[in-house]
């Protein structure tokens, strides 16, 4: 009985969400750019929204997501259309731009999205209903409409969670699965390996806590870790030693269009050169010692100054191998290094407290 509720509170809250987000990405395209391509307004016109609207969550780059889900699923019109007029309370909500017909006039853009074959157009009911908005996020940002329609038919079918959906993409299963001559089994092993959605995984991420308005550090995330050192900061700065002035955190780099995010910079007055710092609440995956290198390389090129000395990378884990991260490491930047991290563990009296008053 539980369970099933949790499935049912979760679908609940990926409706809302999915079609906020869509409509969201609808009034950008057809009011705020009038239907017009919207490489004619650069980005000022999102940091402009982001600013006029002020609500936690709703940023310059989630606004870029909900505009490419309208634009990519322009089909979600009819079921968000019929989910609103369900619901009197969302109804009476909203103005009369959304509850009219949306226009016509739309972006040589969006008609090319609206050209695309209908064979390759996942009914539209479906991925309203099946498909929650983490993973129409990580499809829509795949242009071959074929490709798109093969991911969406396979989280559909195998009920994959949005990290499973991303590892398939990134390990090429649609590539694979051309390449295969018997595709029927590539799929069927696929599906037998793959990691089922739980009602959870919809709840327990970070857009979705924002859009409930919730706190996110009900969860174990590495934002706890970092408000953990940023609300101890002067400890923090001790044990990493003197000279360090901090600078930001979540510090926002834009790379080709998408946007990267340090966990914390410093500046270390002493060596003259920025610090970086990356923190992870698992043991240490060969591919953080690339991201870290992404921010080094990047702070070389945008940041540095004349008289600056070249960034600092130090990357924080729970564990590390020493021979993994020594081949992972290797050939990067050579200021690139990786701690081990300690938790301090609750005193024996809290355990002791703990067991005493627990209930079997």
Known sequence: MQSTLQAQAAHAVNLALTARNWLMGCYIVEFEQNGEDRAAYGEQLLKKLEQRLNVKGLNERRFREFRRLYLVYPQLKEPIAQYILAGSEIRHTLSAEF?????????????????????????????FERLPYSHLKFISKIENPVKRAFYEMEAIRGCWSARELERQINSLYYERSGLSKNKEALSALVQRQAMPLQPKDIINTPVTLEFLGLNDRA??????????????????????????????????ILIDGDYFFADLV?????????????????????????????????????????????????LLCTEKGD??????????????????????????????????TANY
């Open 266 to 314: 410093f500046y270390h007055r002493i060596l003259k050169c920025h610090v970086i710092v990356e923190l992870k609440i698992d043991k240490f995956r060969h591919e953080y010692a690339s991201q870290l290198n992404l921010y080094l390389n990047y702070f070389k090129a945008e940041v540095m100054q004349p008289d600056d000395n070249p960034p600092v990378g130090i």
């Open 219 to 252: 969860l174990v995330t590495e934002n706890d870790l970092e408000q953990s050192i940023l609300d101890n900061l002067q400890h923090f700065l001790l044990e990493m030693g003197h000279g360090f002035c901090f600078e930001a955190r979540q510090k926002r």
């Open 323 to 356: 021979t993994l991260v020594k081949y992972a490491t290797a050939g990067l930047d050579p200021n690139i290094f990786v701690q081990k991290y300690m938790i301090e563990l609750p005193t024996e009296e809290e355990i002791k407290k703990f067991i005493s």
């Open 99 to 127: 509850t009219d017909p949306i226009r016509h006039t739309v972006s040589a853009e969006l008609q090319s999205v609206n050209n695309q074959p209908s064979e390759w157009n996942t009914q539209a009911d479906r991925l």
